[in-house]
């Protein structure tokens, strides 16, 4: 056994046993040794020693979550990078940058970091490594939401991927194209973006993680649609694919199911999706919070729904797309609690809405208006004296509909008669 195979193994060893003090220093031993020979062999096994005190070093510090000292490895490993092949150095710095994935609260170090590997790839004329790190920092451009900064390298990334013809890293890029376009609610392009993707996709074998990402784009664009028959057809896809690689994404795509079933008030649906053998290990605070909106929304309680917003506060709001659902089936549920309590009257004050509903008089009358002016119900309201009036919905009158309809085919008639008129003479 080698001088750096046996400290490799005692660095692993020490933290096993959680002494990572002792492990840094003995893995920062080998990424430091020089060979003072020429022999080849022995510089080859060396860089191999080193490649693995690296990676190795890169996940301790993830265990430990400390983002600042993986920058620092990051930096100063790179002086030993030099010595190795393009494709070797490119997998190392990659999987490095990756180790931030799963550290909370280093988004902004990993971007820092990828950005200063970007720069040094440009001067190391490591055309490979910068295009895949400048795919991965436009996808944390991205979850930071720096949409316009994001898009700026995916457009050049894409203008060169063409040119190379390199579908697989064009299946990668336009599915990030997708994602900010939506982000930026420029629904048509995002979907444009996603049939590229997925063209692409078909003409390659695309991994069982990439595919899973696609459905759940998929599956987020029909339900932007409303189609919420298709969209859950799509995420139920996505989480097979994320469920089978143990990817922590699965609990994503299964709020997502749950969403669309709520959205089409199949709450039984709900029921039996979260009994499902696959299903009941992501038993957890998200699951919960899915499911008291279920319950509320089967019970048309806003009370309920109100209550489960504010208890499950962080489960349901941090994720925009949850959440600009909920805020469509809050409004929803708005609308046919306020059309219960019009219903048996003519003329109904404000405030007897409002307590009846438990909102403050100003959302009630703004909420009213627009349901007015959408014409979910005939009235009017008098502010002066804080009353709504309701009107009986106006009749359709058939013969004038009918009428209107005769002088459209007689205008029709008219007008043939008339071409027909000037061909004759």
Not at 31 to 37: L, Q, R, S
Not at 129 to 143: C, E, G
Not at 307 to 334: C, G, M, Q, R, W
Request: glycine letters at 4%.
């Amino acid at each position: 056994m080698s001088e750096h195979i046996e400290t490799i193994e005692q660095a692993r060893t020490a933290a096993s046993q959680k002494k990572y003090d002792e492990a840094e220093k003995k893995y920062w031993l080998v990424i430091n040794a020089k060979v003072e020979t020429d022999n080849q062999n022995q510089r080859a096994k060396l860089l191999q020693d080193q490649e693995t005190a690296i990676l190795e070093l890169g996940k301790v510090f993830q265990e430990l979550k400390d983002a600042e000292k993986l920058h620092t490895l990051i930096s100063d490993s790179r002086t030993v990078l030099g010595g190795f092949a393009k494709s070797k150095t490119a997998k190392i710095v990659k999987s490095l940058v990756e180790d931030f994935d799963a550290i909370p609260g280093a988004l902004d170090s990993q971007i820092t970091a990828i950005k200063e590997s970007i720069e040094w790839a440009i001067q190391s004329k490591l055309s490979f490594l910068r295009q895949q790190l400048q795919l991965k920092l436009s996808a944390k451009l991205y979850t930071k939401g720096s949409y316009q900064e994001g898009l700026k390298i995916i457009t050049d990334l894409l203008r060169e991927y063409k040119k190379l013809d390199d579908k697989s890293s064009l299946v990668e890029v336009q599915l990030v194209e997708s994602q900010i376009y939506h982000a930026l609610r420029n629904i048509p392009k995002s979907r444009a973006a996603l049939t590229s993707a997925r063209t692409s996709a078909n003409s390659i074998y695309c991994p069982t993680i990439l595919q899973a990402e696609l459905d759940c784009q998929s599956g987020i664009l029909n339900a932007e649609d409303k189609d919420y028959k298709t969209a859950f057809s799509y995420f139920y896809e996505s989480f097979e694919g994320f469920n089978s690689q143990n990817d922590e994404r699965a609990i994503v795509v299964l709020k997502y199911m749950l969403l669309t079933k709520i959205m089409l008030n199949l709450i039984d649906d709900v029921k039996t999706i979260l009994n499902n053998k696959n299903v009941v290990k992501y038993q957890s605070k998200d699951i919960d919070a899915m499911k008291s909106i279920a319950t509320a929304y089967s019970n048309r309680s806003l009370k309920e729904f109100e209550n489960a917003l504010l208890t499950y506060s962080v489960e349901l709001k941090s994720d925009p797309i949850i959440k600009n659902h909920f805020n469509a089936l809050y409004d929803n549920l708005l609308e046919q609690n306020l059309l219960k309590i019009i219903e048996s009257y003519s003329v109904v004050e404000l405030d007897h809405i409002s307590k009846s509903i438990g909102l403050n008089v100003q959302q009630v009358e703004g909420k009213l208006s627009q349901m007015i002016l959408d014409k979910v119900f005939y009235g009017v309201l008098d502010q002066g004296n804080g009353w709504l009036i309701i009107y009986d919905e106006p009749r359709k009158d058939a013969s004038y509909e009918a009428a209107l309809g005769l002088v459209k085919n007689l205008s029709g008639v008219v007008d043939l008669l008339y071409e027909k008129a000037s061909s004759l003479n």
